[in-house]
């Protein structure tokens, strides 16, 4: 597999932290330390501009954003005080804000005083569930069926203070949680709508700010400081399958994010120098290295690729964001 330049998306909002397709492959959202971006992405043109919007109250980071799986809802983190900041989305109009019900306000306000904004989200796969996770160390489960009265329905704590990335599977039965002290908890749920899990494994594997699932939902990845850590799920191990570590011809800066493909058996990893290395993981023992492509010259922070497999959007330390073509040599 090979990367090719396809267009620069760079804007004036500052370091990007993250960019999401959504799951039809019609929109990219981005999210950077000033504001987050709607971007309609149509093949065969260059991606136009939605919409512009700054969440939350206080500082206006977004560092993490994910699109509700049963309507087009785009949830962000943003603000000091915001656990979620709720929009509705279309790739035509942009985004439009969703106002939250002044009692379920109150309550998302009570909850962040006692537990810390949020700094992780994630919807579970096909169902209306959203996870948020704290500076202090707690997750939270919400019911977001009607985003203007989310219901918290579920609460647990991690082993540190923070909550540094969270992942359901894509069948969502497994979620992921990493700690800042460096623990990955896989919680197993017996279906996607339990909220009480059958079993917890727990790793110890350095601090971890990116996880992914494959498309099939066997491999869970993480990046730490060095390499990327890989868990084959059905295995149920406390420790890693196999780890992408440095070596020759392998990019020398640390891992800074992760991206599965939805079709073949393939992870992208991104790294400090600004490279991002193309793994098959058609054997999770032995991982194979395919390409590494420079792609720019400052630490990239979020990868993400469009659910046919075909683009894959970079976001950077300096504020840059790029599609880039994805191509089965």
């Known amino acids: 597999m ?6 620069d998306l760079r804007t004036d909002h500052g370091r990007t932290s993250i960019a999401a397709f959504d799951p039809g492959g019609g929109v990219l959202a981005v999210g950077a330390s000033k504001a987050a971006t709607l971007w309609a992405v149509t093949p065969g043109q260059r991606p136009s501009l939605r919409a512009t919007v700054r969440p939350g109250r206080g500082p206006r980071s977004v560092t993490t954003l994910g699109f509700h799986p049963l309507s087009p809802v785009l949830a962000t983190n943003g603000g000091r005080t915001s656990i979620a900041s709720f929009w509705e989305w279309n790739p035509t109009s942009g985004l439009t804000p969703i106002t939250i019900d002044p009692w379920s306000d109150r309550r998302a306000a ?3 005083q006692q537990f810390g904004a949020a700094f992780g989200l994630a919807f579970r796969p096909g169902t209306a569930t959203l996870a948020t996770g704290h500076y202090r160390g707690s997750v939270r489960l919400w019911d977001v069926h009607t985003p203007t009265r989310p219901r918290e329905i579920d609460q647990f704590r991690v082993k540190a ?3 540094d990335a969270l992942a359901f599977s894509p069948d969502g039965t497994v ?9 990955v908890d896989m919680r197993h749920y017996a279906t996607a709508h339990h909220t009480t899990p059958s079993r917890t494994t727990t790793s110890t594997v350095g601090r971890t700010s990116y996880l992914a699932f494959s498309a099939d939902g066997r491999i869970l990845a993480g990046n730490t400081v060095l390499d990327v850590a890989l868990w084959d799920t059905d295995l149920g191990s406390s420790q890693p399958t196999a780890r992408l570590s440095r070596g020759p011809g392998v990019p020398t800066g640390m891992a800074r994010a992760v991206a599965f493909h939805p079709r073949l058996p393939a992870l992208a990893c991104g790294d400090s120098q600004g490279a991002v290395a193309l793994w098959d993981l058609s054997d999770i023992s032995r991982p194979r290295l395919m390409s590494v492509t420079a792609v720019h010259h400052r630490p990239i922070t979020t990868l993400s690729i469009h659910p046919s497999g075909h683009l894959l959007a970079v976001g950077c330390r300096d504020g840059m964001t790029a599609l880039w073509t994805l191509a089965e040599a």
Do not use: I
């Open 2 to 7: 090979k990367l090719d330049l396809l267009h």
């Open 161 to 163: 203070a923070y909550v």
């Open 110 to 112: 009570m909850a962040s």
């Open 175 to 183: 979620l992921a949680v990493a700690d800042h002290a460096g623990h």
